[in-house]
């Protein structure tokens, strides 16, 4: 494994999605200008986090979020992990991440396995089954520093997919998520702490900042771990 800068872009996301895309992709610009040589931006980085929120703020991939992306890529010659935004296609809709090469080449397209059920009572539910569709793929890509695996948010708690992208080269997890005020600090250390021991990886999170008013407060916390 080379070694490079990795960047995490703990977003402050609002409502309005083109303040959203300026803003992740100035500081896309800025990580690379610091030396970043993969830049990852969080969770649903366009968009507020909600099932109402999802059908609304939905795009094709390719499309206009995507295709910032792809430009700051090339623009500042990096790998773009795009955290992630909702996808519709063929009347589904995903939650899924993007990643773009220094040529700002679409290089993978990675679609939330697991889907986020929970029921915490006196605490928390939500239900992203309510509106989205799960993925069916694994997602990796190859950089000249290391092979990348990606999953999203409650994909980190499901130890095979770690696993699985370990015994397939991989020696950098990356998963933008956005835990909450309650799962966060449970679990949101002690589940990237444990995939990166057990399959001596590193691990890294990408979380929106946390905002107060938000109807889903997001944990933050953005997280690299060593092996």
């Not at 996808?87 to 990643?99: F, I, M, P, R």
């Not at 939330?112 to 793929?137: A, C, N, R, Y």
């Not at 991989?170 to 995939?195: D, I, K, M, S």
Request: glycine content about 8%.
């Amino acid at each position: 494994m080379a070694t490079f800068r990795l960047a995490l872009i703990q977003l402050q996301v609002s409502s309005v999605k083109s303040d959203n895309l300026t803003r992740a992709c100035g500081l896309i610009w800025e990580a690379a200008k610091q030396g970043a040589k993969i830049v990852s931006l969080p969770e649903c980085f366009n968009s507020p986090y909600g099932t109402k929120y999802f059908p609304e703020y939905a795009e094709k991939i390719p499309g206009d979020s995507t295709q910032k992306l792809s430009e700051v890529a090339k623009k500042c010659s990096i790998y773009v992990i795009g955290g992630s935004i909702p996808e519709e296609d063929a009347g589904k809709l995903y939650n899924t991440c993007a990643v773009f090469g220094p040529d700002g080449t679409l290089l993978v397209k990675h679609r939330k396995l697991h889907l986020f059920d929970i029921d915490v009572p006196g605490k928390i539910t939500f239900q992203e089954s309510k509106t989205l569709s799960p993925g069916d793929s694994f997602s990796t890509f190859d950089t000249p520093y290391c092979r990348v695996g990606l999953g999203i948010c409650y994909d980190i708690r499901f130890a095979e997919l770690a696993q699985i992208y370990a015994q397939r080269g991989c020696q950098l997890l990356v998963y933008p998520a956005a835990f909450n005020l309650t799962t966060g600090p449970a679990h949101w250390e002690l589940l990237q702490r444990g995939r990166a021991v057990d399959n001596q990886v590193y691990v890294a999170t990408a979380s929106p900042a946390r905002d107060d008013k938000a109807s889903y407060v997001a944990w933050g916390h953005s997280t690299v771990v060593s092996p």
